[in-house]
């Protein structure tokens, strides 16, 4: 259920206290006890078709009663510290769905939209509740996840995202707009709803916004995901939400956040339903596994040297955001050179990461490094990955295994082809973190 925004909620405290302190009074009043985190009450913000006005879903936002004018998001912060981020997410959305459910929205072509703490999942107890049976239910679900996740623990993300595929769930990215450098991220979570950022609609964009706003057309044209505006509070709001592409919008124009009514809204036509692709999402085990499909060849390992530098320098010179991904087998490849110049990359890029046997957790400053074990498959893998809007692509080796420096001998292959770079992409970041 998604934390939503305060000012949507229609309940607003008053009184002498400051609002950060009534806030963690509040907080507290909520995280008391199982019980009162059970307390929860959903409301239900109307998603809405721009081209019919007709409501086509809900994004469920939680509510406590005894605790009016809490913000869902301090709730969820503070839940986080202290160990119970996955008993206050497994409440929310259990509340959202039992409530949809109790109503009779099954079958009726009602696309139903829960936040969800990808932490929280990924510590999925067996009584996590009725989101992952969906399936059998007949209730069509999107889980929101956003940018902030995407950035903070992309490997995980990518657990949950392939999860949800397989249970036949949804996916939306919220919030897309805040931080052009996530763009990158985009093809690897591959969401089919990408939610804008109310910002973007706030008023004219600027140079930057219209940026982001092209990446995401383009990304829609490419894989057909729906996009959605928040925040349409006036006329202007949605025609602005039109010119830019968006198709779906949410916000004060279009309806407030309440209880579902018990009327329950008319069903959807099949043919205004928000597209959901079911696709599951490649992930090789391991990059390498992509090399009978990439035409591999042989090389010694300064010929790959000569092509992996070039990536980094190309990468350095882009001038647009990237994400960068590279296996060393070994730490001790990771020279200082080396250091230099991702130090760089992740000076300008929110992703930069690479992994080897022994590789320290920050071997350059904004540099994320994971230490795999000797006996682990990436140990013979040499991978550089540079994934952008416009320039992609990867160099993928695998260690044949004989015995010298610099006569070692590697099965390789470089690839400029989109879709094998992003199951590269995946391949790599499923084992960082």
Request: net charge negative; hydrophobic share 40%.
């Amino acid at each position: 259920m998604s934390v939503g925004n305060p000012g949507d909620d229609p309940v607003q405290p008053s009184g002498p206290l400051r609002s950060d302190l009534m806030q963690e009074v509040l907080v507290e009043r909520v995280l008391r006890s199982t019980a009162s985190v059970q307390q929860v009450r959903p409301l239900y913000q109307p998603i809405v078709d721009l081209r019919t006005d007709s409501v086509v879903g809900a994004e469920a936002l939680a509510r406590w009663p005894h605790a009016p004018g809490v913000d869902p998001s301090f709730v969820i912060e503070r839940s986080r510290a202290l160990g119970r981020v996955s008993e206050v997410d497994r409440a929310c959305r259990n509340a959202s769905l039992d409530t949809v459910t109790a109503l009779g929205y099954l079958d009726d072509g009602m696309t139903i939209f829960v936040n969800v703490e990808p932490d929280a999942l990924i510590e999925r107890p067996p009584e996590s509740g009725n989101i992952f049976d969906t399936s059998t239910t007949g209730l069509r679900v999107v889980l929101e996840l956003t940018e902030r996740a995407l950035l903070s623990d992309p490997a995980q993300l990518l657990n949950v995202v392939a999860d949800a595929r397989r249970r036949g769930l949804g996916i939306a990215l919220d919030d897309v707009g805040r931080n052009a450098d996530s763009l990158t991220l985009l093809s690897l979570i591959a969401p089919d709803v990408v939610k804008l950022d109310r910002s973007l609609i706030a008023d004219s964009p600027s140079h930057e916004q219209l940026h982001i706003i092209m990446a995401v057309a383009a990304y829609a044209e490419a894989t057909g995901a729906v996009i959605l505006a928040e925040g349409i509070e006036t006329e202007i709001h949605r025609q602005r939400a039109v010119d830019i592409g968006a198709t779906l919008g949410q916000g004060w124009l279009l309806g407030r956040p309440a209880e579902l009514p018990p009327t329950r809204w008319p069903p959807v036509p099949a043919t205004r339903r928000v597209h959901l692709s079911g696709d599951p999402l490649r992930i090789p085990a391991k990059p390498s596994d992509l090399l009978d499909t990439a035409q591999p060849r042989v090389a010694t390992r300064p010929v790959l040297v000569r092509y992996s530098r070039y990536f980094e320098v190309q990468a350095l010179a882009s001038g647009e955001p990237l994400t960068i991904l590279a296996s060393f087998q070994r730490s001790e490849h990771f020279s200082g050179a080396d250091e230099q110049r991702y130090g760089d990359l992740a000076a300008s890029n929110s992703l930069v990461a690479v992994v080897a046997v022994d590789m320290p957790s920050e071997p350059s400053p904004g540099v994320r490094g994971t230490a795999i074990p000797d006996d682990h498959p990436l140990a013979r893998e040499w991978t550089v990955i540079v994934l952008g809007r416009h320039f992609f692509a990867a160099l993928i080796a695998y260690d044949l295994g004989d015995d010298g420096e610099p006569g070692r001998e590697f099965s390789y292959a470089i690839t400029h082809d989109r879709s094998t770079v992003v199951a590269a992409a995946r391949a790599l970041l499923q084992h960082m973190g």
